[in-house]
Nanobody, 122 residues
Framework: QVQLLESGGGLVQAGGSLRLSCAAS????????VGWFRQAPGKEREFVAT????????ACADSVKGRFTISRDNAKNMVYLQMNSLKPEDTAVYYC???????????????WGQGTQVTVSS
């Protein structure tokens, strides 16, 4: 059973960068598709990025394209979300999720972390 734990969130000024990490325990993540989602106050959960089990295929939302990069290191059982050029509208709780199938729908993912808060100030 895989358990996910996000870290790396915090308060950053607009234009700054953060690197989120998703650590897995209990089982390797290498056979899972992993996605990042976010949820801002009063808004629905939003797709951010996803990466295949091999790391060879990635996709990201239009709102973060060119600014965010998803990657994984299966040897370390870690998945990352590098966030550059952050904007106030990026403020949200960011969640790491894992599942057997790739997709932009949160229902495609079975395992979820508890989230890490990212706050971008103006």
């Amino acid at each position: 059973q895989v358990q996910l734990l996000e870290s790396g969130g915090g308060l950053v000024q607009a234009g700054g960068s953060l690197r989120l990490s998703c650590a897995a325990s209990g089982r390797t993540l290498s056979s899972y598709v992993v996605g990042w989602f976010r949820q801002a106050p009063g808004k629905e959960r939003e797709f951010v990025a996803t990466i295949s089990w091999s790391g060879h295929s990635t996709a990201c939302a239009d709102s973060v394209k060119g600014r965010f990069t998803i990657s994984r290191d299966n040897a370390k059982n870690m998945v990352y979300l590098q966030m550059n050029s952050l904007k106030p509208e990026d403020t949200a709780v960011y969640y790491c999720a894992a599942g057997a199938y790739s997709g932009r729908d949160y229902k495609s993912y079975d395992l979820w972390g508890q989230g890490t808060q990212v706050t971008v100030s103006s």
